[in-house]
Every structure is written in structure tokens, then in C-alpha cells.
């Protein structure tokens, strides 16, 4: 079974049971998971840029903080899902 870097209704999560990791979905799973790594390094960079702006207001520093968690997040679903995290 392969965790999904998707929630399916209420958050749940989705999984994928198949033997062909080249399937559609497979392959599919495999781009987002990309997307989701490659959006983390954008959102960290931003988020170092906010934090050493000495005149970065709440505003600046509460959207940067709701992305790194965000971004947090789907990296963690993407580790669990390849096994590297619990």
C-alpha cells in the first residue's frame, strides 16, 4: 500500500495498492510528491527571506509561518509515503 500525497473527503487519507509503479496513479503520485519537494525549497527560501527582513511585518511573518507549515506537512506526507519517517 502507498500513502497517496493526497487526502481523499475529511482529510482521510489515500492510499494506492497496486504492484506496477508505473501505473497512471502511480506515476501521478510520483509528480505531486516532485511538485511537493520542489515547493518546499521555494517556500523555505521565502520564509529565510521574511525571517532576516528586520522590517518584515506580522502580516509578512504569519503568511510566511502558514506556508512553511503547509509545506511542512505535505514533505512529511511525502517521507512517510517512501518509508523514510513514521
Same mark, same amino acid.
Given at each position: ?26 506515476? *501521478? /503520485?510520483?509528480?505531486? @510528491?516532485? =511538485? ?6 521555494? &517556500?523555505?527560501? !521565502?520564509?529565510? $527571506?521574511?525571517l532576516?527582513?528586520?522590517g518584515?511585518?506580522e ?5 510566511? *509561518? /502558514?506556508?512553511a507549515? @503547509?509545506? =511542512? ?6 517521507? &512517510?509515503?517512501? !518509508?523514510?519517517? $513514521?
Amino acid at each position: 500500500m502507498r500513502l497517496l500525497p493526497w487526502t481523499g473527503a475529511g482529510g482521510k487519507p489515500c492510499y494506492l495498492s497496486t504492484d506496477d509503479p508505473h501505473s497512471p496513479l502511480s506515476r *501521478l /503520485a510520483d509528480d505531486i @510528491e516532485a =511538485l511537493h519537494l520542489a515547493d518546499a525549497a521555494g &517556500v523555505l527560501e !521565502g520564509a529565510r $527571506a521574511v525571517l532576516d527582513d528586520p522590517g518584515a511585518g506580522e502580516h509578512a511573518v504569519r503568511f510566511a *509561518l /502558514a506556508r512553511a507549515v @503547509e509545506s =511542512l506537512g505535505d514533505t512529511l506526507r511525502v517521507a &512517510v509515503s517512501r !518509508g523514510e519517517c $513514521a
